[in-house]
């Protein structure tokens, strides 16, 4: 969203007011402190005039590469290390 915000030179007061929230409770929401309601997040496309997951996800939006989920096709789990193959224990030597 800041990025929205940047790339059409609007501020966060006008964007509170036109999707009737505060100041305040735009910043909380923009910080993760608590979050968007889903008629905010479609009151934030149409006032940006975009489609809904440019709003969600912006990065993916924008062809930016985000955090891949481990265990995911591109992020598969780590492996354990290869243990190298356990031999037997040798007899003892005989006593010369």
Not at 33 to 51: G, K, N, Q
Not at 68 to 80: A, D, I, K, L, T
Request: charged fraction near 25%; hydrophobic fraction near 35%; include cysteine.
């Amino acid at each position: 969203m800041r990025a929205l915000l940047r790339d059409r030179s609007e501020t966060q007061e006008r964007l509170a007011d036109s999707i009737g929230i505060s100041l305040s409770t735009l910043k909380r929401r923009m910080l993760c402190a608590s979050p968007f309601t889903i008629d905010e997040l479609f009151a934030i496309a149409r006032y940006f005039d975009v489609p809904l997951p440019h709003v969600l996800f912006p990065r993916a939006s924008r062809g930016e590469a985000g955090p891949v989920p481990p265990g995911s096709p591109s992020n598969p789990p780590e492996r354990p290390p290869a243990t190298a193959a356990r031999r037997a224990p040798s007899a003892p030597e005989s006593p010369r």
